[in-house]
């Protein structure tokens, strides 16, 4: 019977350092009404949400549906905004079929050849054309399908123009924009994994555990990040997964400072003495009592560093230490065209560059309209 009472006692206790303790337990809808009152904040959620949409719908959305948005046409390269062509499709290939998701996931491989012409005309079932080679018509070679062939003319709508390759730029910026989220998110997940153990480890025991801890963290914090991720980078390899785990593995140290720092200051309130006094072990008292206190400041710490990796991976791309060709990056997109700058067509690293800023924005954004709602006014 007083083992019950005591019980009771230790979860009064605990509701009221949940209820009354630091920012991270505030009820959620309290958090909520605070946040939408920022107007910063709502519109960087909404920019987010947007862009995960995006992200997520990826080939159901974009104009081209081949695998990575790779559909190339040179001689519709470095066409402005807004450009637009007669698209012959001749169906010479056998249809791949795929479902919804699979097309949504990893696109679908073209049943066509599609030709871009300039004009074309049909006389006894025959279709005459005239290829594209450019700007001016009547210099393009003249050809005819063979009679029986299967075909349809569509005109082709390129509203970012096309790269170099003839590329749709808009697939391309839009297939990137899984990319740089999906790098941001498994990065994270490692980030907090890491960052969160080690942080909860070193404060709650501290001593010489805490003092190993701290000196690992302290040398990770001396190297220079975008050095140590090109180092992990050359020892995994190039690639899109080896992305994650780079830039994963180079962000967990702010989180684990800012979570020894919490569980320091928490591991001396009243709940967690009355949890020892119970008998709970230290895993128990860690996972179910101390860290859900802590998860608010993470909260915050990971809004900044989302943004942080999604800078990450597009200067890796950049450097051609990111995700590799065909798969599109926001990075790479960069890397390919700012000789364009200079130049008339100073769009086609601008516009990557663009939504770069403004993913990054967002995220820092909702991260101080985060930290702003969740904080106790005393």
Known sequence: MKLKLNSTLFKKKTFKQTSQGNFSSKPNSVVWKRLRKNPLAV???????????????????TPDKTPYANEQHLELAIKKPGFKVQMLKVYDREEVKTNFFENMLFGTPSSTTNIPIYKYSVKDDILTYETFTGDNSNEGEVKSLKKGTKYEIEEKHYLLGTDKYGRCLLSQLMIGTRVSLSVGFIAIIIAIFIGVTLGAIAGYFGGKVDNVIMWFINVIWSIPTILLVIAITFALGKGFWQVFVAVGLTMWVDIARMVRGQVMSLKE??????????????????????????????????????ATAILQEAGLSFLGLGVQPPIPSWGSMIKENYGYIILDAAYMAIIPGVAIMLLVLSFFMLGSGLRQAMEVKQ
């Open 43 to 61: 519109v960087s959620m909404c920019v987010i949400v947007l862009f995960t949409l995006v992200a997520i719908l990826g080939y159901a959305i």
């Open 269 to 306: 309130q009243e709940f967690v003495l009355a949890g020892k006094a119970l008998g709970f072990s230290n895993s128990r008292i860690i996972i179910k009592h101390i860290l859900p206190n802590v998860v608010g400041a993470v909260t915050v710490v990971i809004a900044s560093n989302f």
